[in-house]
């Protein structure tokens, strides 16, 4: 019994393929040029601004989702998920990369979000709450007390 518990836990620490580093640094790099050829590909960008929200809007709602499970797995005791409930609370280490997207979004907020803009007219109580700085300090700090929190 012992000896097959060590094979499993040898499989579940073994590292990952050589390959594999230099394959997801390519991708990495492919999506980098990706995004440079969209900043100056028409639009002023935007599809690339987009792409950049999008993918944080993505990864912050998939790590705030399994931290979230997480939390009630751990608040109700439940048993039945603890292979799963492992891989949910790994979901943290996507924190980095949701701070990296926000400040992405952040650089790009003048093109994503240009209420205000380009001839529109708003409201005194929406061009308050659509300011471009107050925007950013309120999703800056909405997204701080939800990784305090988490």
């Not at 935007?46 to 792409?51: E, F, G, P, T």
């Not at 931290?67 to 609370?89: F, Y």
């Not at 994503?112 to 925007?135: C, M, N, V």
Request: glycine share 10%.
């Amino acid at each position: 019994m012992s000896n097959a518990r060590n094979q499993n836990t040898s499989a579940a620490t073994s590292s990952a393929p050589p390959w594999l580093t230099p394959l997801f640094g390519g991708l990495a790099a492919l999506g980098v040029a990706c995004f440079a050829y969209g900043l100056f590909a028409g639009h002023h960008g935007l599809h690339a601004w987009q792409a950049v929200h999008l993918n944080f809007l993505y990864w912050t709602g998939l790590a705030f989702a399994a931290i979230t499970i997480s939390a009630i797995w751990e608040v109700t005791n439940s048993r039945w998920g603890q292979k799963v409930k492992r891989l949910a609370e790994a979901a943290i280490g996507l924190f980095p990369i949701v701070l990296i997207g926000f400040l992405g979004s952040a650089l790009g907020n003048h093109t994503l979000f240009h209420a205000g803009h380009h001839g529109h007219e708003l409201t005194a109580a929406k061009a308050i709450w659509l300011d471009p700085t107050f925007q950013l300090t309120r999703d800056g700090l909405s997204l701080l007390l939800f990784m305090v929190l988490a």
